[in-house]
């Protein structure tokens, strides 16, 4: 059966050639399918706002991640642990249970909410829980030391305890992060505290 809210959902598709048909939408799934029979799309995005026919405003949204991977050049090599930082926060600590990873191609991740209780979160809640999973704030900018303080908070505790569980396999036997002298100097000019360096 079509979800009621079907019918509120925008598609665009794109077509042979870069074709680009956007504010698509259907009644329900059997008009949706005859379409894509009809226009044969290679590629169809959905957006996340659920809109009112009527007004042509969101009244309801998945909570969306973007994850751009160009923000994580500079440490390339373990770029899996965001995502899975993000997703067991959402889980765990927000209740989340609906949670859509998308890789989008190029270098964009996509992380969908789809509990009811997301698509109804007013942008401050939104904004609230973009900021607690926020440690860093000026992304592939960041070649600066990250200063933390203990005790850590519980959502950076969390995310310290992913890091080191998987790091010493995957970082550094896997992905050799420490395989040349320019990785070895940027690793160093990231950590915190001099005195480490030298023992």
């Known amino acids: 059966a079509t979800c009621p809210q079907f019918a509120q959902r925008e598609f665009s598709f794109t077509l042979e050639n870069d074709v680009y048909r956007r504010y698509l939408s259907f009644s329900n799934h059997i008009e949706f399918e005859k379409e894509l029979i009809k226009m044969c ?3 169809i995005d959905k957006d996340h706002k ?3 026919a009527a007004q042509f405003y969101p009244i309801k949204h998945e909570l969306v991640f973007d994850i751009d ?3 994580y050049d500079h440490v390339r090599f373990c770029c899996r642990f965001p995502m899975e930082i993000i ?3 959402l889980h765990q600590y927000f209740g989340f249970e609906h949670r859509l990873w998308i890789y989008s191609g190029r270098r964009r991740v996509h ?8 698509r109804e979160l007013q942008s401050s809640i939104r904004q609230v829980i ?3 999973l926020t440690a860093i704030t000026n992304g592939k900018d960041s070649t600066k030391r990250v200063t933390l303080y203990s005790p850590l908070h519980p959502s950076l505790q969390r995310a310290r305890e992913i890091v080191l569980s998987e790091f010493g396999g995957y970082a550094c036997l896997e992905q ?3 395989i040349d002298d320019q990785r070895i100097e940027r690793f160093i000019r990231l950590v915190p505290d001099d005195n480490i360096l030298f023992e």
């Open 41 to 43: 799309p290679e590629k």
């Open 50 to 52: 659920i809109l009112s």
């Open 69 to 71: 991977m160009t923000d």
């Open 87 to 89: 997703d067991r926060v």
């Open 111 to 118: 992380c969908w909410v789809c509990d009811q209780t997301a």
């Open 130 to 132: 973009v900021e607690h």
């Open 176 to 178: 050799d992060f420490l």
